[in-house]
């Protein structure tokens, strides 16, 4: 599930006490963001299946077998509708960076509501299908830009004792939303007019306002401050992240890091795209080509088939009430993600990604197993099959949903770490559009269509069994580690011995982190 963390730098507080739980508070609430993609996402899975949606914007049918509203649309309208909002976010993803450094993170996170309320706004007022795509396209463009701004703005803001779970509050965040909209569309599902998905879609609008109302409140990140050279405005932000007062030392000593910091990626020059792909002794194209595939293999794990097309699977299915099983599974989907989030400080990256793959394979041969072998009107069989999706679920909501966003914002360097973010965030929305679009195809029993059904969960099983495979030789251990450790590690050693280069690292010591030390131990300990 796309739109997720990346952490640019060290985080904010680190030499605050633990106990100042402003700047927690207030990074936290920016994960608000992340409602905005999950409600958008679970919504459409659940209004292209009301009857009064299916009459406004379908044909009618004689099919009552698969079609039990008499209503249809065509798997090419379904594609699109669907898949269109991701390729909005590709193009938001990468307008993102841009957009941030003109204006800035929090002001950049209101311009995004603003453009998806206006996406809102048509897809609401719609009759036909163009006017419903193009509201779809707008949503997404600012779908795409809160995905990158809020995790920079929350990393950028975060206290470094709790970054990573701050960051991870935006997964979350999405998780709900996934729950809002399956609960508002079992609430308006009955009603047999244009109200039954106009008010699904216009509640959106109370998201977008919260957001942008709430964010506009917030400080502006110090460091963006600091590169704008408005060091005073910095010290007032950084006061209020941080509980100090402006002229305490210790918020002068991080308004000090955030110069160095800013100095030497200054020092360091621009860098260009083909930066990302060079092959030299920091295996930059290593870090970059990991960060993409982590995000398609995300992607490639089937979880957006149940949010998006869970609804008219589970009716497929011959479940009774595919309404309310929706709502089932976001619910474990929302509650097994805070494991996850307390899980990958606990447990580390690498073994919970492993843990993930292999419980989501097992349990995706398992649906497609009984899907094939059972009748839809054998009871007992679809509670086995609704089970193991959610099970499969909770593998991946605490595993591969907020992990993956983890890994890709810790292993890039700082001279290409904006780029490559927006490369790997491009790769989770195209995968996403990819699948979104080509779902249809595969699922539906139609004219052009595969007909698959439950025998799709083979091609997503497949997939996490590759994902286990990438994970065991691409993915290392960072759990504890600073950005320069990491940095570190990837110079000395490969993904696969990365456990027990990260313990003596640990056991070193932030203050034995010089290249020069790191190798020569190294070669030590090879002779």
């Known amino acids: ?46 209004i292209k299946e009301m009857k009064s949606w299916l009459r406004q914007f379908g044909y009618a049918t004689d099919d009552l077998v698969n079609h039990k509203s008499g209503f249809a649309i065509s798997s090419s309208t379904e594609s699109l509708v669907v898949s269109i909002l991701s390729a909005g976010t590709f193009f938001g993803a990468l307008l993102a960076a841009p957009t941030a450094d003109i204006i800035g993170r929090k002001w950049g996170i209101v311009l995004s509501c603003l453009i998806f309320s206006v996406g809102v706004a048509m897809q609401t007022a719609s009759t036909a299908i163009p006017l419903f795509v193009v509201g779809r396209v707008f949503a997404g463009l600012g779908v795409g830009l809160v995905s990158c701004l809020i995790p920079m703005y929350q990393s950028e803001c975060s206290p470094k004792w709790i970054r990573g779970a701050v960051v991870s509050t935006y997964q979350w965040a999405i998780t709900i939303g996934l729950l809002i909209a399956a609960v508002v569309n079992n609430a308006t599902q009955t009603r047999d007019d244009a109200s039954a998905y106009r008010l699904p879609i216009a509640i959106q609008f109370i998201w977008a306002a919260v957001l942008a109302g709430g964010m506009a409140l917030l400080p502006e ?225 139609a004219p052009g269509s595969a007909g698959l059904e439950a025998k799709v969960f083979f091609i997503w099983g497949s997939t996490c069994f590759c994902c286990i495979i990438f994970t065991y030789f691409c993915i290392p251990e960072t759990k504890g580690l600073s950005l320069e450790q990491i940095d570190l590690m990837y110079q000395n050693t490969t993904p696969v011995k990365s456990l027990e280069y990260r313990r003596r690292l640990i056991a070193e010591g932030p203050h034995h982190s010089e290249k020069s030390e790191v190798k020569e131990t190294s070669s030590d300990e090879k002779a």
């Not at 700047?23 to 999950?38: K, P, R, W």
């Not at 006061?239 to 200054?266: C, K, M, Q, Y």
């Open 221 to 445: 990140s110090p460091r963006w401050l600091v590169k704008k050279g408005r060091d005073a405005d910095a010290a007032h932000a950084l006061s209020r992240l941080t509980g100090l007062e402006a002229t305490d030392p210790d918020l002068e000593v991080e308004l000090d890091e955030i110069r160095a910091n800013l100095e030497a990626e200054i020092a360091l020059g621009e860098s260009s795209y083909a930066d990302c792909f060079k092959f030299n002794q920091n295996k930059i194209a290593l870090r970059t080509l990991t960060g993409i595939f982590i995000q398609a293999w995300q992607q490639l794990t089937g979880i957006n088939f149940i949010f998006y097309y869970g609804t008219t699977f589970f009716q497929r299915s011959g479940i009774s009430n595919p309404f309310l099983i929706t709502i089932a599974t976001n619910i474990v989907n929302v509650f097994t993600t805070l494991p996850g989030m307390w899980g990958v400080e606990r447990f580390g990256r690498r073994r919970l990604l492993l843990v993930g793959a292999i419980g989501m394979c097992v349990c995706e041969f398992i649906v497609a197993i009984v899907g094939v072998t059972i009748s839809v009107e054998n009871i007992a069989g679809q509670k086995v099959l609704i089970a193991f999706v959610c099970i499969y679920i909770a593998f991946f909501a605490s595993t591969w949903g907020p992990i993956a966003w983890v890994i890709t914002g810790e292993i890039f360097p700082l001279q290409i770490r904006a780029k490559a973010m927006s490369l790997s965030t491009a790769s989770n929305w195209l995968w996403n559009f990819g699948i979104g679009y080509a779902t249809p195809y595969l699922v539906n029993k």
């Open 1 to 46: 599930m796309p739109g997720g963390p990346s952490a640019v730098g060290e985080g904010i507080g680190a030499n605050a006490s633990k106990n100042k739980l402003a700047g927690v508070a207030m990074t936290a609430f920016s994960a608000f963001g992340g409602i905005l993609f999950g409600y958008d996402t679970g919504v459409i899975s659940g």
